[in-house]
């Protein structure tokens, strides 16, 4: 293979990763448009997202095998030809049931895209590159989410929900055709791909994936530090900010700008550490959560509406989400063969929509409790029932970052059994304030 055609190869795939994350995030700026439009509830709105995300995590490991066995080039294909019906459905959809049925194609496209990039990098490019290319790739879709808060934005404010969804699914048709002409799923002289298994063979593979401690240590990474910025980017932070701490929708738009760039910058921060400190992958997991469970915190303990640099600081700290959990899919590579890698990847990429989809339903239902119960004080969206509804991410990311510490302790014991010992944290600091302290000896 040739460096220009490899890169060539990862860039339409990470273009129809970008195109699937603005079809993914786009629901979460019409929150307050789809309320009118539909005539729904919280509870109805959430539900929305749940179901795509619902369909998005229960198509992952279907995904992951079948992506072993036809390929990324298929697989990326039919998500974008999925995706687009999904936003012409939605653009002249007047009802819940039709809104709904369009998220769901839109779901179910979106599932066969991220997985499916994933398994080209090691493909097509040396183990050395992978972590870090694999960090851009998720980058990539923060520049879809991107397009979703500014232009597609613009469009709905000023053209109207049909246009503004209709650009969309033209986004979708551009990328299949993209895939369709210039993608390709090996390099030249790789070895073809097994002829398809039956479904014994299958399940025995997945079965494998799935008993490898290594592949579970990813997917509760991924759901522990993934949900909560999927949770304010794709439903809850528009009308949390606008509503519930009264800011102005180009300030919102700005802190969303924010988010997407403090993605950007921490993705590649993100790649060099997983390079360079493997052994400490679940470590930078755990500080992640730590960090989003204070962020919350701050934010929703402090009297009234928040300052607006705490807010900010808030949304940092949910991007860094977003590169922290791609940690996730490096477990599944380096603990698994090549050929279980779709498997493997499908796997890790339950948790964190899983988790998402718990969070955003039970937000919508305790809002809506809260309601009903006259709490709310007939403010739906009010910040006091914010307070309490956003309160149950803790619960999340406690049951997560618990579920890490049990399952890194079988992954350091396999790895031991087979020579690698992990030192603990505070040794491992101690040798390398020694080794450095050595070296500015050394003349």
């Not at 293979?1 to 993914?24: D, E, H, K, N, P």
């Not at 786009?26 to 307050?32: E, P």
Request: net charge positive; charged share 10%.
């Amino acid at each position: 293979m040739t460096a220009s055609r490899a890169w060539l190869i990862w860039i339409v795939g990470i273009f129809a990763y970008l195109v699937a994350v603005s079809q993914r995030t786009s629901f979460g700026v019409v929150g307050l448009e789809a309320t009118e439009r539909f005539q729904a509830s919280a509870a109805e709105i959430s539900f929305f997202t749940v179901l795509q995300l619902l369909v998005y995590a229960g198509l992952q490991i279907p995904v992951g095998v079948l992506v072993d066995r036809f390929g990324s080039r298929a697989m990326i294909a039919g998500g974008a030809l999925l995706m687009g019906l999904g936003q012409l459905q939605l653009a002249y959809a007047d009802n819940i049931p039709g809104g709904v049925l369009g998220r769901v194609l839109v779901g179910a496209g979106d599932a066969m895209t991220f997985i499916s990039v994933i398994r080209l990098i090691p493909l097509w490019f040396a183990p050395a590159r992978v972590p870090l290319l694999t960090q851009l790739t998720g980058m990539s879709g923060q520049l879809g989410q991107l397009f979703s808060i500014v232009p597609f934005a613009i469009i709905l404010h000023s053209a109207g929900w049909t246009p503004a969804f209709l650009t969309l699914a033209g986004m979708s048709a551009v990328a299949c055709v993209l895939v369709v002409i210039l993608l390709q799923d090996l390099p030249p002289g790789h070895p073809a791909p097994e002829p398809s298994q039956g479904l014994r063979a299958t399940g025995i593979s997945l079965a494998k994936a799935w008993r490898q401690p290594g592949t579970r240590l990813g997917l509760w990474s991924h759901f522990t530090v993934q949900f909560s910025g999927t949770v304010f980017a794709m439903t809850w932070g528009y009308p949390f900010l606008i509503s519930g701490q009264g800011l102005e929708t180009p300030v919102v738009s700005a802190l969303m700008t924010l988010y997407v760039a403090a993605a950007l910058a921490a993705g590649p921060l993100m790649g060099s550490f997983v390079a360079r400190h493997p052994l400490r992958r679940s470590t930078m997991v755990l500080l992640i959560a730590g960090a989003t469970a204070a962020a919350w915190a701050a934010v929703l303990l402090i009297p009234g509406r928040s300052p607006l640099w705490l807010l900010a600081g808030l949304v940092v700290v949910l991007a860094v989400g977003g590169p922290g959990s791609m940690i996730g899919f490096d477990f599944a590579r380096t603990f698994n063969p090549s050929h279980r890698i779709g498997t493997a990847t499908g796997i890790v990429n339950v948790g964190g929509f899983i988790a998402s989809l718990v969070a955003i339903f039970l937000i919508g239902l305790v809002l809506d409790l809260l309601q009903a119960t006259g709490f709310s004080g007939g403010e739906l969206y009010g910040l006091e029932p914010f307070r309490i509804a956003l309160s149950v991410q803790f619960l999340l990311l406690a049951g997560g970052a618990g579920a890490v510490i049990i399952i890194r302790r079988k992954v350091r014991r396999m790895m031991a059994a087979q020579g690698t010992v992990v030192p603990p944290l505070r040794a491992a600091i101690a040798r390398q304030r020694r080794v450095n302290a050595e070296r500015r000896r050394t003349p």
